[in-house]
C-alpha cells in the first residue's frame, strides 16, 4: 500500500459507511484510517463489525477535525494520505490511483482532488482545465485532497490552535513557503453530500476567527492591516441573518483577543510568497511553468526523496 485514506468522523454513522465502501472499492486499495472524534453513537462498534479490515482509532472525548487529522497523519504509515469527510465518497474507484500520478511532479506537495456539492450543484470544484501539464491552486477543500506525508509532518501539519476550519488555506500557503505548490486534479470527482447535521454556529465562529488568525501567522507586516480589515469585513457581511452575525461577531473579537495575548505565533511568509499566493488566490489555476521561477528552492533538496516516493507507488517521473 502507498497510499493511506482518512476519514475523520462524529455521529455520523451512515453516511460513514458509505464513505468507507467508496474507500474499499479503489483499485490502490489504500489502507483506510477512520478516526472516531468522540462520537456518542455505536458508530465505532459497528465500523469495527462490519469492516474489520480497517484502521480504527476512537477518542473518548472530541478532540476537533484539525486535531483528528494531525493524529491520523502520524498514524498513517504511507507516503501520501488522502482525506475525503465522512459525509462524501469517491465516485469511481480509480482516483486514488489516478490522483497518485498528480504527484509525478517533483514540486508537488498537495493534490486538491475535483469534487462537486451534489446536493447544491453538478458544478466540479478544483479539476485542471487540461490533463496536460501542471497546475498550481491556491489551496485544497479539505473533503477532497491528498498530501505528500512526509512534507505535511516536516511543516508541523495543520495549526491546532485554528480548532475548526481554515486549516487548509494555512497550511498550503505554509507548503508554498517551503517551495511546494498545490496542484489542481486530473481524477474524476469525489461526490461531497453536505449533512445536514452540521453546527452551522461552531463554522461561523471558528470561520470568523480564523480569518484573523490566518492574517496574523502568515501576512508579511507591510500588508497585515489591509488584510485584517479586509478579512474582517468580509466576515462581518458574510451572512446578514443577526443570529449568524453576532456569532461571527463573536468569533472575530475571539480571535483579535487570541492575537493581542500572544496566543497565536506570528510567522510571516515572505513578502514575495505571499503576493504569489495572492495571484493563485484571484486565477485559481494557474501553469506551474509561469511560476516556477518564483517559487522558493526550499523544496529541491527534496526532489530525489519525491522521486523515491514515486518509485514506491509506481509512477514514473
Known sequence: MYATVV??????REDLLKAITSA??????????????????????????EF????????????????QRNRAARL???????SIDDDAVFSTPRIVEDTMRDFEH??????????????????????????????????????AHALRRDVFLALGGYREILVHQGEEEDYCIRMLNAGWITRCGNAEPIHHFESPRRSWSRMDFYGARNKVLFAWHNIPAPALGHQLV??????MVFSLQ??????????????????????????PVAATV??????????????????????????APEVDNCRTLNMAAGIRT
Do not use: W
Request: net charge positive; proline share 7%; aromatic share 6%.
Open 230 to 235: 479586509g478579512r474582517t469585513a468580509k466576515a
Open 274 to 299: 505571499f503576493r504569489l499566493s495572492q495571484e493563485l488566490k484571484s486565477r485559481r489555476c494557474v501553469p506551474l511553468d509561469e511560476i516556477s521561477h518564483r517559487l522558493p528552492n526550499s523544496a
Open 76 to 82: 498513517a504509515t504511507t507516503p501520501v494520505i488522502f
Open 52 to 67: 474489520p479490515s480497517v484502521r480504527l482509532h476512537r477518542s473518548e472525548t472530541s478532540l476537533g477535525l484539525v486535531v
Open 24 to 49: 474499499l472499492a479503489q483499485t490502490a486499495k489504500p489502507e483506510v484510517l477512520v478516526i472516531d472524534d468522540g462520537s456518542t453513537d455505536d458508530t465505532s462498534s459497528v465500523v469495527a463489525r
Open 106 to 143: 517533483p514540486r508537488v506537495g498537495a493534490v486538491a482532488i475535483p469534487y462537486a456539492d451534489v446536493n447544491q450543484s453538478p458544478t466540479i470544484h478544483q479539476r485542471a482545465p487540461e490533463s496536460d501539464g501542471v497546475y498550481a491552486t491556491y489551496d485544497f477543500k479539505g473533503t
Open 242 to 267: 443577526p443570529a449568524r452575525m453576532m456569532t461571527r461577531c463573536r468569533g472575530l473579537l475571539n480571535g483579535y483577543f487570541v492575537c493581542a495575548t500572544g496566543g497565536a505565533a506570528r510567522r
Open 7 to 12: 476519514i475523520t468522523t462524529k455521529n455520523r
